[in-house]
């Protein structure tokens, strides 16, 4: 079995050449461009989700930078609505405190008057009743002159 035998040996040989050959044409070619293809996909994908987490990272700066503005914005928007409620409410105050004024000066004034009437009122009765004590004093009838110049009199030491 050990012995060497130099025809079958180039047989082998030739063989082993042959069925190389056929191996490297049908075999080693295509699984090695699988492989490359694999490899070629592999890095493709790899490289895809780089990109991927690129551009999701990208999107969550954008979004914590529009959640940052969003909240500044709001913060703007209730710093304006406690300013315009305060210059509101302080509006509101003031034309409160305006048209009680107006109103308390309305009634001043409807006071005046009706006390100015009242007083005039008083005069003239006081008046009357002057000329109606006169006429019995004097026990006779006034005319009308005789009215006027005591009513007048009569006026004239009331005021002084």
Known sequence: MMDIHPGLMIWTIISFLVLLVILKKFAWTPILAALDERELGI??????????????ERALADYRKRLAEAQAEA????????????????????????????LVERARKQIELESDA??????????????????????????????????ADGLKEMTV
């Open 43 to 56: 890095k493709n994908n790899i490289e895809a989700a780089k990109l991927a987490r690129e551009e999701a």
């Open 75 to 102: 913060q703007g928007i209730v710093a304006k609505a406690r300013t315009d409620a305060e210059r509101v409410r302080d509006e509101l105050l003031e034309k409160s405190k305006a048209d009680a004024q107006a």
């Open 118 to 151: 009242a007083i005039k009122a008083i005069r003239s009765e006081v008046a009357e009743l002057a000329v109606i004590a006169a006429e019995k004093i004097i026990n006779r009838t006034l005319t009308p002159e005789d009215h006027k110049r005591l009513a």
